[in-house]
């Protein structure tokens, strides 16, 4: 067999009239499932040299832009250079951190704050503490009271990163700092030491909180501060001088706290503050907090939050063997905070030092520390130094919080509270809501397209595209026809997150077009040809590479099912722009995670007659009160359940006829007709006039899907 050549044409000829040659075919039956030929030889993208490493076009993509969406920030920041600027800039920020980054604050109630147990060491005394950062929300802590000192101390707000208050790393910061003559109350975050629990899961529950259009930093933010406000109700702080440092993730809460309450008077950030094109392009996911919805996106990187906190003073320290947060990314993070800091004319209110360790905070960063807040905060003229340091049993250490409100739990009620509040968007309305969540720009161009062969067979012609909707994103494509295809013929466009492949192999492209249609099967981006590879830290579950892909969507304010939309979207304008086509009817068939993006297609577009949601979520609204939900993060879509859900997107599309086949739950298990329908009630009236365009399918057998589309489509197209 001689391979196929590469050789661009005109898609006119490509698509409608292809000429056989020897030199740019395959022979094949491809007419039953067992009559396939390999799949390499199905394969669009590896006869052309136009994107050498495809498993990575997706996330290269999404790095041109994390590092476009950054340079304009520092061009920005460049031009702060006095207090006024920087007073404009802090405005700017400090609104769009809490409103749009983390999505407000949770609402304060008492702090319902107890001591659960107290021990004695000579030079300090523990007392196990719990308090409420939010109704319900209970939070455990150790407070390390100074013996050898006057009262009422400074004091200092330490939250934990990544493991309990009990670990002793964690105890060492408290043993040293209240050795040294400061308060310290250190704190368990979501899900460690005495949180633990499904519902503080954060690496997986957290995620859904983009779906409120929040963060779940939210909640660790609201730890810190209502610990905070829990110092200031002890005799023993004087709340003038309170300090904040913490290491990971107990760093980006501490630049966050820092950054909102001027009650901190001075802050040290240990291993976590960096610009966030770092984290991205190591592509590494983190838990949600670190990389927040709508930060380069909409202007703001970590080192901006930072200028929050100008003129205070601020040390920021890192581990020279740290595998994430790299050296020379954080010099210059820093380097860029203190330009903020020079235009508040406080240049010795900011410093930053870089140690021989790993990601850590240890004894050398602790002294740095304490020498810092003595400068700041502290009365004390002796040098700051580590005691020796005795160890506490865990179990000393432990609170007895009763852990009833979670990040999960408290999220599914604003998820329920927007459900029952939020007006029901008119359609065009809905249309301009969905167009700004997805981010599409007003006007999509046509791809170019270049055309890399064709698989001639005796029932079907597959014509081998690819289409550029952008310079750098190339999808692949089938055009699949009968081989005397003429006249006008209903155009199905079918997407599924599995890819077109798998489609193939099953024979249900093969049937649409022994129906009598003409097939568009795309690989969107990210999928099928190009599906993402697994990176280096793949080898986690919280860091596979759809969640890497979605959280940096996230973050540059793009988010993957916007661009899997917009490029649906191009393909719809393709077919119109092509007169071999013949302006006939054009039909949507999405399955999967496919089945929403071909309802928001739909929304967007008028051009598409009818559409199929085959084994697709029916609502967010669910994933969001659902822990254990199984749909990857790349069909989250940020602040969506602030003005719509899923049910409302179907509604809009009435009276188009539209077909929901095998609809799944947020665990992606077949929803019964009966659930089906009561979360589809508002769909259902919003198609009063025509009651028969809307089907809802369920309880079929998985055989039966693809006979059973194939004849609505029938009816649709040709009604």
């Not at 409420?132 to 802590?141: D, H, K, L, Q, T």
């Not at 990971?248 to 950054?259: D, E, F, H, I, W």
């Not at 793009?558 to 007169?579: C, H, N, S, T, Y």
Request: charged letters at 25%; glycine letters at 8%.
């Amino acid at each position: 067999m001689v391979p196929d050549l590469l050789w661009p044409v005109c898609i006119a000829a490509a698509v409608l009239a292809p000429t056989p040659r020897d030199a740019d075919l395959h022979q094949f039956p491809l007419s039953r499932e067992r009559d396939l030929p390999p799949a390499d030889q199905w394969a669009v993208l590896p006869y052309t040299t136009l994107y050498n490493d495809a498993g990575r076009m997706l996330t290269d993509h999404l790095l041109r832009l994390i590092r476009e969406a950054e340079r304009d920030i520092v061009k920005r920041g460049d031009q702060v250079r006095s207090p006024g600027d920087l007073r404009s800039l802090q405005k700017r920020v400090r609104r769009h951190v809490l409103d749009g980054i983390l999505g407000g604050l949770p609402e304060a109630g008492p702090l319902n704050a107890r001591v659960t147990g107290v021990f004695e060491r000579e030079a300090y005394r523990v007392e196990n503490v719990v308090y409420e950062s939010a109704p319900g929300f209970v939070v455990s802590a150790n407070l390390y009271v100074p013996k050898r000192r006057s009262l009422p101390a400074p004091a200092i707000v330490c939250p934990c990163g990544h493991s309990g208050k009990e670990q002793p790393h964690y105890q060492e910061l408290g043993i040293s700092f209240a050795s040294n003559g400061y308060v310290t109350l250190v704190i368990d975050q979501p899900d460690r030491g005495d949180r633990v629990t499904p519902g503080n899961d954060h690496f997986g529950v957290g995620a859904l909180t983009y779906l409120t259009g929040a963060n779940s930093e939210r909640y660790f933010t609201a730890d810190a501060l209502r610990g905070l406000d829990y110092l200031c109700t002890r005799p023993e702080v004087d709340a003038s001088r309170i300090a904040c440092t913490g290491v990971s993730g107990g760093a980006v809460t501490t630049l966050y706290a820092a950054a909102l309450d001027d009650r901190i008077r001075c802050a040290v950030p240990v291993c976590g503050v960096i610009p966030l094109r770092q984290l991205c392009q190591i592509l590494y996911t983190t838990c949600p907090e670190q990389l927040q919805q709508d930060t380069l996106g909409r202007g703001v990187d970590e080192m901006e939050v930072a200028a929050l906190i100008a003129p205070r003073p601020l040390l920021l320290l890192q581990g020279n063997r740290d595998d994430l947060f790299c050296v020379p990314e954080f010099v210059e993070g820093c380097r860029r905070i203190a330009h903020y800091y020079a235009a508040a004319d406080a240049e010795e209110r900011i410093d930053w030092q870089v140690f021989d360790a790993p990601h850590s905070y240890d004894a050398e960063m602790r002294e740095a520390a304490l020498r810092w807040f003595d400068r700041w905060i502290g009365d004390r003229e002796t040098t700051a130094s580590d005691p020796d340091i005795v160890l506490a049993e865990a179990d000393a250490l432990r609170t007895g919080a009763e852990v009833r409100a979670t990040i999960h739990s408290l999220n599914a009620e604003v998820a329920r509270h927007l459900g029952r509040s939020r007006p029901r968007l008119g359609a065009s309305e809905l249309r301009s809501a969905a167009r700004e969540l997805l981010a599409l720009d007003a006007d999509l161009p046509v791809p170019a397209v270049t055309s890399t062969g064709s698989l001639f067979g005796r029932d079907m012609v597959v014509d081998k595209l690819v289409l550029h909707t952008e310079p750098d994103v190339h999808l692949p494509t089938w055009v699949l026809h009968a081989p005397s295809d003429t006249g006008a013929r209903p155009v199905i466009i079918y997407v599924a997150g599995s890819g077109k492949l798998s489609a193939a192999q099953s024979g249900r492209l093969q049937a649409l077009v022994g129906a009598g249609f003409r097939v568009v099967a795309v690989d969107v981006r990210g999928t099928g040809e190009t599906a993402m590879a697994p990176t280096r830290w793949d080898i986690h579950d919280y860091c596979r590479v759809e969640r890497i892909a979605a959280y940096t969507s996230f973050v540059v304010s793009r988010p993957v099912i916007g661009m899997r939309v917009a490029d649906i979207l191009a393909v719809v304008r393709w077919i119109r722009e092509q007169p071999g086509f013949d302006g006939g009817p054009i039909a949507l068939w999405g399955e999967g995670q496919g089945a929403l993006w071909a309802l928001y297609v739909a929304l967007l577009s008028d051009d598409i007659a009818a559409v199929i949601a085959e084994a697709g979520p029916l609502s967010y609204q669910s994933m969001a009160a659902t822990m254990d939900y199984a749909w990857p993060e790349t069909c989250l879509l940020p602040g969506v359940l602030r003005s719509h859900d899923i049910d409302d997107v179907l509604a809009s599309l009435a009276p188009r006829p539209a077909l929901v086949l095998s609809p799944m739950d947020a665990r992606r298990a077949p929803v019964p007709s009966t659930e089906a329908e009561a979360a589809l009630t508002h769909t259902r009236k919003a198609y009063g006039a025509a009651p028969r365009a809307l089907r809802v399918v369920c309880d079929i057998a998985d055989d039966q899907r693809v006979p059973a589309g194939i004849e609505w489509l029938q009816a649709a197209c040709h009604r």
